[in-house]
């Protein structure tokens, strides 16, 4: 279809770029932030338990059994949460619902890339806001900027993506309350982190939780997510969502990893300890890393980025290698097994 068919906007934006998905040969793969080790064992029982006539009929359209789980876990009940296919669909289903064309979202920057997709295929405007030196964001700030340019809506992820880096609960809730727009917080690493935002909607209506299982739950290829907020806002999201935007394989799945929280604690105390040897290594080398409340750490400084990404690829080994504007190129180093790590540092080494 020629270019001139499609809507002026469409044809004039980038377009989100995944990471790199090699197909040929063998990767130690840090590049996307996936788990590296397997989803429960429980997991597998449930969608085994799936297979069979059943296959033939459409999913629950509200993902009811999924909705409970999740609402016996964060001690909510089910209306507040709404399932999506990954939490790039709930992002989306958000961007539909609050943002029109002409109109703002913010999010403060360096940040994920994704939500100036999400701002460009509305045909709106991203306003960026940076971090302070030390990745903390000066609530009052971003209001400001927020009320200046008229945001419809306001995106942090947190933990954030590259940095790792995370603001407290209080912190959030200081935001959400001096912002008059709804307030996104993106989830997608609260895993990893020591505490989660998901008890803010209790109080405060304008903030709504995404949160995925591609990472903690080692299930990206899965692609399942949801939100949290307040009963009466997924209500009015549900007549943006597609009718049946779950299938019934990532429902079973996703409700019974939800079930399995000691598999989580077990995969995440692995990820954790050898978060800290990784961001101990890459220090000793002359990076700066941020501290890490997420599954990657984000490596500024020292070696430059863009040769010591092609040599470790070079050696089958990804990271994402990141740019951002008026940044130096950076690397982005997923958490993965000890023996990944291990081969890794190897390499890396000798290349500084």
């Known amino acids: ?181 709804s307030l996104v917080v993106d989830e997608a690493y609260a895993d990893f982190a020591d505490a989660h935002c998901v008890d803010l909607v209790r109080d405060h209506p304008n903030v709504i939780i995404t949160r995925t299982f591609s990472k903690g739950y080692g299930l990206a290829g899965l692609r399942l997510g949801y939100l949290v907020a307040r009963p009466e806002v997924v209500a009015g999201l549900i007549k943006v969502k597609d009718s049946y935007n779950c299938d019934r394989l990532s429902l079973a799945g996703g409700t019974a990893a939800l079930a399995d929280q000691a598999y989580l604690a077990e995969t995440r105390a692995k990820i954790l300890a050898t978060r800290a040897r990784l961001t101990d290594s890459a220090r000793s080398m002359g990076y700066q890393v941020p501290d890490s409340h997420a599954n990657f750490i984000w490596c500024l400084g020292g070696p430059p980025a863009t040769p010591t990404y092609e040599a470790l690829k070079s050696q089958h080994i990804l990271v994402r290698l990141m740019r951002y504007p008026g940044l130096e190129p950076a690397m982005r180093i997923t958490v993965g097994t000890d023996a990944e790590i291990d081969r890794l540092l190897e390499v890396w080494r000798g290349l500084v």
């Not at 809507?7 to 990767?27: C, N, R, S, T």
């Not at 603001?167 to 959400?176: E, F």
């Open 1 to 181: 279809m020629p270019a001139s068919h499609f809507l002026p906007h469409i044809d004039q934006m980038a377009g989100y770029a995944p990471g790199e998905q090699p197909k040929d040969g063998v990767f130690i793969k840090l590049n996307t932030n996936e788990n590296p080790y397997p989803p429960s064992p429980r997991v597998f029982e449930a969608i085994q338990n799936q297979l069979d006539a059943r296959l033939r009929l459409y999913p629950d359209p509200m993902g009811t059994e999924f909705r409970n789980q999740a609402g016996q876990l964060f001690g909510l009940s089910a209306d507040h949460f709404l399932p999506g296919n990954g939490s790039d669909d709930v992002l989306t289903i958000l961007a539909r619902s609050f943002v029109g064309p002409g109109d703002t979202m913010i999010s403060a920057t360096p940040s994920y890339i994704l939500y100036k997709t999400l701002s460009d295929i509305q045909n709106a405007h991203l306003v960026h806001l940076p971090f302070e030196a030390d990745w903390s964001l000066d609530p009052a700030k971003f209001a400001a900027e927020a009320a200046r340019t008229g945001a419809k809506l306001a995106f942090l992820a947190n933990p954030n993506s590259p940095s790792g880096t995370v603001l407290t609960p209080a912190q959030v809730a200081d935001l959400a309350r001096r912002l008059s727009c």
